[in-house]
C-alpha cells in the first residue's frame, strides 16, 4: 500500500513562488506517472501536470511556462514549482500516482494567493 502526503502549501501574495512536494510512504518506483491535481471552492478538480515514468511532462495551458513538475525517483518524491502565483491558483493542491491498475491519492495541501 502507498500513501502520498503532499506539504509546501501556504499563503503567498500574487507573483510569489511555492513548492509542493508529494512523498510516498511506500516505494513509488520509477514505473508510476504522477501528476498534480487542484480543486478551488465550488469547482472540480482540475489536472494541472504530470510527469511520466520516463519523466516527460505536460501541464494544463493555464500554468504553462509559471509551473513546473518534476521527480526524484531515489526519494519517492514528486515536487510542484510553482512561481508568478496568480490569485486564481488558490486552491488544494493533490498529488496521484497511478501504474497499471494501481492509483493513489494524497489528501491535499492548501495554497492561497492573495495580498
Known amino acids: 500500500q502507498v500513501q502520498l502526503v503532499e506539504s509546501g502549501g501556504d499563503w503567498v501574495q500574487p507573483g510569489g513562488s511555492l513548492r509542493l512536494s508529494c512523498a510516498a510512504s511506500g516505494s513509488i518506483g520509477s514505473s508510476y506517472n504522477m501528476a498534480w491535481y487542484r480543486q478551488s471552492p465550488g469547482k472540480q478538480r482540475e489536472w494541472v501536470a504530470t510527469i511520466s515514468s520516463r519523466s516527460s511532462t505536460s501541464y494544463v495551458d493555464s500554468v504553462k511556462g509559471r509551473f513546473t513538475i518534476s521527480r526524484d525517483n531515489a526519494k519517492n518524491t514528486v515536487y510542484l514549482q510553482m512561481n508568478s502565483l496568480k490569485p486564481e491558483d488558490t486552491a488544494v493542491y493533490y498529488c496521484?500516482?497511478?501504474?497499471?491498475?494501481?492509483?493513489?491519492w494524497g489528501k491535499g495541501t492548501l495554497v492561497t494567493v492573495s495580498s
Open positions: 496521484n500516482g497511478w501504474y497499471l491498475s494501481n492509483n493513489y
